[in-house]
Every structure is written in C-alpha cells, then in structure tokens.
C-alpha cells in the first residue's frame, strides 16, 4: 500500500525533471493511423463501385445475349417446324390414300412414290411408305407392305425386305407399334434409329391409318438424319452452335460431325442416346442434367392428365427397355389429351468452359411442338466480358484520382482541426504543465476545450483521491483480516457438511436453473456407478435413458411453478437395474426470493414397494375369495330353499322312475319270448302244411304245386333260422356260438342279398363263443348288414361283396362289415363320423352307436375310400365270455 501511495504522489508532481520525456513513434502517432484508415476507405469505395459497375453492365449483356439467341433459336425451331409440318402433311396424306385404296395395290404404287417426290423435300426425305396390320388389306397376307427407298441415282425403289417372313417383322418395329394410340390425323415421331435393310440412319414420321374406328395400319415418312445435317449447316450461326434431340434424347445432329465431314463413315454418335455422347465428351454433362430436369417436368406435366390406362399400355411398354417406358408412355398421353409444348426456350445457363470455343458460353434449350424435339444453341460470351473490363477499367481510374484528391484535403483539415491541437495537450500533459493545459482549456470553446477541460477536472479529483487513499488502504487491511477468519471458518463448515452429505445412504444432489448438476454425495455417485467430474456439469439426459429423464423434467417443471417442496416416487437406473425411490424436492431461493437452482434428497423405498405390493395383491386376492365365498353361500342357501322346496316332488318321481325301469325290464324280457312264442306257433303251421303237401307226394304234382312245396319249405327254413338267433333271454342258454349265429342270419337275409345281386363271406373262428343275449346280438347285426344293403351299392353293378369279421381279443369283440361298393366322399365320411361320436343325428349308425354305448360300452367307427371300399368297425366290451 505504500508503494502505491509513493506513485501517486510521484505522478502529482509537476517538475519536468521528474517526469521522463516521451516522442511518439510515427507508426503509432494519429496522422499516420487516420491516414492508413483513409486508403483503405478509399480502396473499398472503389473496389465496390467497379464491382457493382462491372456486375451491373455484364448482366445487362447477358441479358442482350440472352435475348439474342433466344431470338436465334425461335428462328431455328420455326424454320426447322415448317420442315417437319410439311412431312408430317405429307404422313398425313398418305394415311388417307393408304385408307382409300387399301384393295387397289397397284393405285398405292402408283400415287405413294409420287407424292414422296413431290412438295420439294427431295433432299430430307429418304424413303417412306404403307404398312398395312396383318391381314387388314389382304386377308390372305400378315405383311403387305409398300415401302419405298431411294436408290443410288437418288429414285425411290420399291423395297419388299420388310415382307420377308423371317423375323418379327414391321409389326414391331418401335416407329409402328405406338402409332396404333395416336388418334387420326396426329403424327408420332420416332426414336432416330438405323434401317436395317438400307443401313441409313434415320427418323420417321408415323400417321396411324383408321377405317371405321379400327386400326388398320400406318403410313410412314422416313428423313435421312445426313440430311437433316445438312439442314443445319446451311444455317447462319455467329460463332456457335447447335445440337438436335429427338423425344427420346438420341442425337440427330451435333457440331463434332463437322470435323468428320470428309469421311465416308456417319457419326458414331447420331441415333445414340446423348447421355453416351457426354460420356466421351464430360464437358456437356452440365447440358445432360439440365434435359434431365425438364424431362422430369414433362412427365409430371403429362401424368396428370393421363388419357390413357397404364394397363392399356403394358402390352406394348412391356417389349420397351425400361428407361424408356414411362417416356413413351407420357408421349402418348400428351398427344392423346392435347398436352404439347410450345416453340419456347425452356432453360439457359452459363458453361463456364466450352470444349469446341475454349471459353464461356450460354446454353439455350428449345422445345419444338409435337415433334417433342430439343435444340440445344451454345453461343459465345467473350464480347460481353471485353466491354465489362474495359468500362470498368475506366471507371476505375476516374474514382481513384477523384478519392485521392479528397484524401489529401481531408488530411490537411484534420491535422489543423484536432490532431495538431491534441498533440499539444499530449506534450503539456507529459511536461506536467497543468497551467498550459488549463489555459488551452479557456481558450477553446469546442471539443478540445472541453476534453482539456475534462482533464484538468480528473487531475483535481485524483489529487483528492489521493488524500484519501491512505485511510481507504488502512479500512481494507483490516477487512482482509476479518475476511481471511471468515474463509477459515467456511472451509471448516464446508469439510463438515461434506461429511455429512458423503456419509448419508441417501441420494443428495443439487442442480441449477439451466439443469446442470452442482453437488452430488458420495451414494449418488456409488448408485449410479459414476465418477463425480462426469456427474457435475452433466443434464439429466446425459446420465439417464429418455423416459426416466423425462420423468424428471417433469418434477423439476412441478417445483419450479409451485416454489414448493414437493415428494415423488420415480425410478433410478443402478447396477442392480431400475429401483424405485421417494424423491423430495425443493427449491433453492436467493433472498430477492428467486429460485437459483432446485436440491433434492432421495432414499430406496423398493423394498417398502415390494411389501406393500405383496400385500396389495393379498388384500385383493382375499377381497376376491370373500366376494366368492358369499356368492357361494348365497347360492347354496337358494339351492338348499329349492331343495327343500321339491323333496316331495323329487320322492314321488323317484318312485315312478323305479316303476317305470321295472315294466321296461320285465317288457325287454318279454319281447324275445313273445317273438320266440310266435315263430315256433308258425314254425308248427309250416311243418303242418308241409306235412300235409308230403303225403299227397304220390299222386302226380303239379307245377304249381311243386313251387308251393318249394316256396313252404324256404319259409320252414327261415323261421328254424329265425328262431333259433331269436332265443329268448329266459332260456337257459349259457353261450352263443358266432358262427352259426351268423350262418343263420345270413340265410335268413338270403332273399335280400340275392335282390341285390350281393354275395358275403364270413372270417370268424369256429370256437368263438360269446355268453351274450342272441337278441342283442341280432339288433346289432342285423342293423348292420341293412345299413349297408340300403347305402354301401349301386343296385345297376354286379359282384357285390359284403365280408363279415368277428375276432375277439381279451375283452374286447371287434366287428368289421366291409363293402366294395360305391364308397363315401371324404367330407361327408368326417360329418358321419362327427355324427356318431357326438350322438346328433338319428341315423342307423348314429343310434347304434347310442345302444352299443349304453349296453357295452361300445363304439363305432366308419372308414371308406370313394369308388372302392366302405367298412364299419364295431368294438365291443365284455365282462366275460368264452371260446
């Protein structure tokens, strides 16, 4: 502090002895910088006029240039369009005579050449002709054409390759299949391409040919595209050129052609698509991506007014490469719905380097109508850029001499206005002549006199400043004391709430308003698994996934609308995976009462969680058995009331029941020994008549009475058969033997098998016996062999076969009745099947099943092949029985 004191009081003397003199270096002194700041001044003002001059004068010539060679290419267009409209008059022309005279041959003949050697196109037309649809003007011929070509003394020929059987012929040549879309009158240019049988490359005009709304062929004019060339080249372009696309961009014409105009050979590049001529020549790429881009507009332009349905077209798009499909298919719908470009410049651009003139030049592109050809003009700029330097070369000079005229004048006004005076003050100021510097002050009433003013007024107040320096140093040493006790004791409470926080099992952290962290503990870090510098200065969406960011952004907006502390539960991402903790927040205020960062404490609560879950779901769960426990009460408690209500009731049908099963038993019982009594009544009858026909046998018998004699002996033999399987249950029989059981039932169904042409076979074992009711063995059976006596045949077939099969295995009988009769389709087979097992129909089978179930805990199964075969399968259980 005193050696501060000492300087201030060195300053305040006003000895020049003291003060050491000063000379201002002249790169630093004032007329030297205002100088330097002057030229550059100047140097900007007319760097920037010429500039602007200079842009200003070369677009007013781009635009003259622009003008002209829009005004060039219209010229070309319109007179290459009278070219074109001409030929497509002279298409037109001959569509109507090929429509007129499409049975006349030899009037075709006569009238097609000469008028493709009239109109004065000789030179651009080289050939041309009709090209009838197979069968259209001769039904016995599928190619009649009549194509003419030039011959070698320039005369049209008439050529008949085209009609050659080999190949696929004109039908699908790419200037004849999409005429058949263009309506009457329109002409479809094609694609430039090179005639296979006069091997000139060249471009057709298609006129489609209709006869009462039917297409009936086309009418063509070829033009030679070294014709076309020469067409150009007798146009007068000032140092440009030009080059020609047809409406697929394939080259009719180019300026590199001219340097081959000696040789015999056309240009490999005509008929070729112009993306090929760029890629040996990449300097034009420039011109490829501008045709792209109006190409892309065309094929937006027409696809909104689309007359035609794609798929009306995919039959002829389908035979096309893919680039050119969705070309060809905007073509036909802009000539079908009216859609054509006008004779326009659609866009122009600078090529800043041209290959052919070496310097820059503007690219014009022009569309001509219904041809949907391209010309391309390239035109020089090299004037325009001569007069944009020269005039600003002039202009240039002008302003430099006028800026540094004036440079000079305002130098010398300004070091006589205010840098000659401020030099003064500066050498007064160093001298520490306050006097001079006070008189200059009165002197002068403008700027100076005020800032000599200004400094004589800060020289008395430091004086003062001075004086009162010195108490000023003695007050702060003695803050710096108190201050320095202050920070001792905050460290020392610092290093305590430290602890405190680090010894916490609680979550601490505080963040500020922008969400950075400021403190975290030591368990902050530890559950989070970080090192502190990478948590402190991070948001929570560096530390955290999204949604639990998220969840947190949400909290903080809470605390910082209400200014209250506030408790929420949210998930934390740690080691052992997400865990729920009680966050309370609050905010942190200044004391103007503004929130200048938010803290928050957290503690686990996953295991307070996890219990009071468990015991959530418990409470439900016997919440829900309660619920239930009544619900059962309350319905037993209506059930034991309707119980007690229908006892009487239940009793006296119970009996009834009893009743009912005891007449049904004793009826069952009954029924067999009712039929057995009835037969054997018959049975004597029979054996009486026979008897009685027997002893008339020695007089001479009849005919008719030998066939009675027959037909009561048949009959006496089918009531034994009869009523031997019909023995009644009472009867002491202890076995059934299956096989004469079923010997016997068979003789008795003889009459049935023989109306329907049906013979049977029987497999069982002479030994099988089974201790079973014959009259439930003849419920089963004899329903079986009916069921497939009415179902299994057709009644018009011979060799009708049934087969019985009875074995037995432990328990179990199993019965097999197969057929070879007319079979079961396989879905209605699955529905019988459905129908027996379910016991829902009231069918044959679907009842036995129900029998067999009931009395032998039987089952039915049915299994057939249509055509073949039909076999029911019973499976019986027996309690006992015998072989």
């Given amino acids: 502090m005193m050696r501060v004191k000492r300087k201030y009081a060195q300053m305040g003397k006003n000895g020049p002895d003291d003060q050491p003199s000063f000379k201002t270096h002249w790169l630093n002194s004032l007329p030297f910088k205002f100088s330097i700041i002057q030229f550059c001044i100047v140097s900007l003002i007319i760097a920037s006029s010429i500039w602007l001059i200079l842009s200003i004068e070369k677009k007013h010539h781009q635009e003259t240039q622009l003008s002209l060679s829009q005004n060039l290419g219209l010229t070309i ?146 033009l030679a595209l070294s014709s076309l060339k020469s067409f150009f080249d007798k146009l007068e372009l000032h140092q440009g050129y030009l080059f020609a696309l047809d409406s697929n961009n394939n080259l009719l014409a180019h300026p590199y052609d001219a340097e081959e105009r000696d040789s015999r050979k056309p240009s490999p590049y005509l008929s070729h698509p112009f993306k090929q001529f760029t890629q040996d020549h990449p300097a034009y790429a420039s011109i490829l991506t501008e045709i792209d881009k109006i190409d892309a507009q065309f094929l937006k332009h027409a696809g909104t007014s689309s007359t035609y349905d794609p798929s009306q077209l995919n039959a002829l798009l389908e035979t096309l490469d893919v680039s050119k499909r969705d070309r060809l298919s905007a073509l036909i719908n802009a000539n079908a719905s009216g859609v054509s470009p006008n004779s326009e410049r659609t866009t122009s651009f600078v090529l800043d380097q041209d290959p052919l003139l070496k310097e820059p ?159 975290v503990n030591d368990r902050f870090c530890e559950v989070l698994g970080l090192e502190r510098d990478k948590v402190i200065g991070a948001k929570d969406s560096d530390l955290f996934p999204t949604h639990i960011a998220e969840i947190i952004a949400g909290h903080d907006k809470i605390i910082a609308s209400t ?140 005919e008719d009475m030998l066939d009675l004699m027959r037909l009561v002996t048949e009959q006496t033999d089918k009531l034994r058969h009869l009523l031997y399987i019909v023995v009644p249950q009472s009867e002491a029989i202890k076995s059934v033997h299956i096989k004469q059981f079923l010997e016997h039932l068979l003789a008795v169904l003889g009459p049935q098998f023989d109306a329907c042409k049906v013979t049977s076979s029987l497999d069982c074992s002479d030994l099988l016996t089974l201790q079973v009711s014959p009259w439930s063995l003849l419920l089963l059976f004899y329903k079986l062999l009916q069921n497939t006596l009415s179902h299994g045949f057709n009644l018009n077939t011979e060799h009708n076969e049934i087969t019985i099969s009875v074995h037995k295995n432990g328990q179990q009988l199993m019965i097999n009745i197969k057929d070879n009769g007319v079979g079961i389709v396989s879905s209605h087979l699955e529905e019988i099947n459905k129908q027996i097992r379910d016991h829902t129909s009231t069918g044959t089978l679907a009842e036995l099943a129900l029998w067999l179930k009931v009395e032998f805990n039987g089952e039915i199964s049915v299994h057939s092949e249509l055509s073949q075969y039909t076999e029911v399968r019973c499976l019986l259980t027996l309690t006992d029985g015998s072989d």
């Avoid at 928050?600 to 418990?618: G, P, R, V, Y």
């Avoid at 209500?645 to 009893?658: A, D, F, V, Y």
Wanted: net charge negative; with cysteine.
């Fill in 361 to 519: 030049v503007l690219v014009s592109v022009f569309h001509m109508p219904r041809t949907y050809w391209k010309i391309i003009l390239v035109t020089p700029l090299s004037e325009v850029g001569n007069k944009d330097h020269a005039i600003a070369a002039k202009v240039g000079i002008f302003l430099l001499l006028t800026q540094l005229i004036a440079l000079v004048v305002l130098f010398m006004f300004q070091h006589r206005l205010f840098i000659k005076p401020i030099s003064k003050m500066v050498e007064s100021l160093q001298g520490g002549n306050i006097a001079k510097l006070e008189l200059t002050a009165n002197q002068r009433q403008d700027e100076i006199g005020k800032l000599a003013k200004a400094f004589t007024s800060r020289n008395q107040q430091l004086e003062i400043a001075y004086a009162s320096l010195d108490a000023g140093n003695l007050a702060l040493e003695q803050q710096l004391e108190m201050q320095k006790h202050a920070q001792i004791q905050l460290s020392k409470h610092k290093n305590q709430l430290n602890d405190l926080l680090n010894s916490s099992q609680n979550l601490i952290c505080i963040k500020n308003t922008e969400g950075l962290y400021t403190l």
């Fill in 77 to 222: 267009v319109a007179q290459l369009q009278q070219t074109t409209s001409k030929i497509e008059a002279l298409a037109a022309s001959m569509a109507s005579i090929g429509v007129t005279y499409a049975h006349s041959p030899t009037q075709l003949q006569q009238i097609v050449p000469a008028l493709l050697d009239t109109d004065g196109q000789q030179s651009l037309i080289a050939g041309g002709g009709i090209w009838p649809e197979p069968g259209a003007f001769d039904s016995s011929k599928l190619r009649d054409s009549y194509f003419w070509a030039r011959d070698e003394q320039n005369q049209f020929e008439l050529i008949y390759g085209y009609n050659n059987a080999n190949g696929s012929g004109y039908h699908s040549e790419i200037w004849y299949k999409p005429t058949r879309f263009y309506p009457v009158g329109t002409t479809y240019w094609s694609d430039a391409y090179i005639d296979p049988h006069t091997d000139e490359t060249m471009i057709t005009a298609s006129v489609p040919m209709w006869l009462d709304h039917k297409f009936i062929g086309v009418s063509t004019v070829d």
């Fill in 563 to 702: 200014e209250t502390p506030q408790s929420f539960e949210q998930p934390i991402p740690t080691n052992q995976g997400e865990i729920t903790y009680l966050i309370t927040k609050y905010p942190i205020q200044d004391d103007e009462g503004h929130i200048f960062a938010l803290g928050a404490m957290a503690f686990d609560i996953s295991h307070i969680k996890a219990d009071n879950q468990e015991l959530t779901c418990k409470v439900e769960q016997l919440n829900q058995n309660l619920v239930h426990r009544e619900m059962q009460l309350q319905q037993l408690k209506m059930t034991l009331r309707r119980v007690e209500q229908s006892s009487i009731t239940i009793e006296k049908h119970k009996q009834q029941s009893l009743q009912l099963q005891h007449i049904g038993a004793q009826n069952h019982k009954l029924m067999p020994q009712l039929i057995t009594d009835i037969l054997r009544e018959q049975l004597k009858e029979h054996e009486l008549i026979f008897t009685k026909l027997s002893q008339d046998s020695a007089l001479p018998l009849r």
